[in-house]
């Protein structure tokens, strides 16, 4: 592995189904992220983590869950999922994690989710 | 999104030079980067600004005015790949990056 990895590449899948996208990092960075990006609109944050074992909540959290048991893995859940979260989905990582102490977000490839 | 302002599309001539700018909110900033992504790829850092002036990297350089709330990118002697969506985004008091739309760049031989 190097760098971050994102699985599934992409999926399909039906309203009302559970869903984990999953992300591992490499470089043994402190923070992690999860964005959505939809056609027109900005990078949006989902959830994020500053350090193993602690998350937050970003912009747009309804209908996602995530964890952080360990540096390397941070994967973001739908409960049931509805057609408006079909979007591309991006995990990224940075070495910084505490607040004044900023470094670039390196990102996976991506997941692209379809939710009929 | 949340009051970052960039153009949404801009077309160049390979060779030439082009000015990829953008405007943010000014309260809570702790920095400003730039940001490039290929159509289906994921972003890629290009830059980096906290303080007033221009930060020169090959043929890219950004420049950031914190008191005017602006930023540009500065992309020279264009090639063809560098037809790509170049992303701005503005670091908050909480050290998220709040991100632009995206400006597509479209070169053109």
């Known amino acids: 592995i190097a760098g971050i990895t994102q699985a599934p590449t992409s999926q399909i899948l039906a309203a009302g189904r559970r869903m984990t996208l999953r992300c591992t990092q490499d470089?043994?960075?402190?923070?992690m992220y999860w964005y959505r990006q939809d056609l027109g609109l900005g990078l949006r944050l989902i959830h994020y983590?500053?350090?193993?074992?602690?998350?937050g909540k970003g912009e747009v959290p309804d209908g996602y869950s995530v964890s952080r048991a360990n540096t390397d893995d941070f994967p973001l859940t739908l409960a049931s999922a509805v057609p408006s979260q079909t979007s591309v989905y991006f995990c990224a990582s940075s070495d910084s994690g505490l607040a004044g102490d900023i470094d670039e977000q390196f990102f996976g490839p991506g997941t692209r989710l379809t939710v009929l | 999104g949340q009051n970052i302002d960039q153009p949404t599309e801009m077309t160049a001539t390979e060779g030439a030079i082009v000015q990829i700018n953008c405007t943010y909110q000014?309260?809570?900033?702790?920095?400003l980067f730039w940001y490039q992504q290929h159509a289906g790829e994921a972003p890629t850092f290009l830059s980096y600004?906290?303080l007033d002036g221009l930060e020169e990297k090959g043929r890219f350089s950004s420049f950031l005015s914190r008191s005017k709330g602006y930023s540009y990118l500065l992309l020279k002697e264009l090639q063809m790949k560098d037809s790509a969506s170049y992303l701005c985004?503005?670091?908050?008091?909480?050290?998220?990056?709040?991100w632009g739309a995206g400006t597509k760049l479209i070169i053109k031989p």
């Open positions: 600004n906290v």
């Open positions: 000014t309260s809570g900033f702790n920095g």
């Open positions: 985004a503005r670091m908050d008091s909480n050290y998220q990056l709040i």
């Open positions: 983590s500053n350090t193993a074992g602690t998350t």
């Open positions: 470089m043994r960075h402190n923070a």
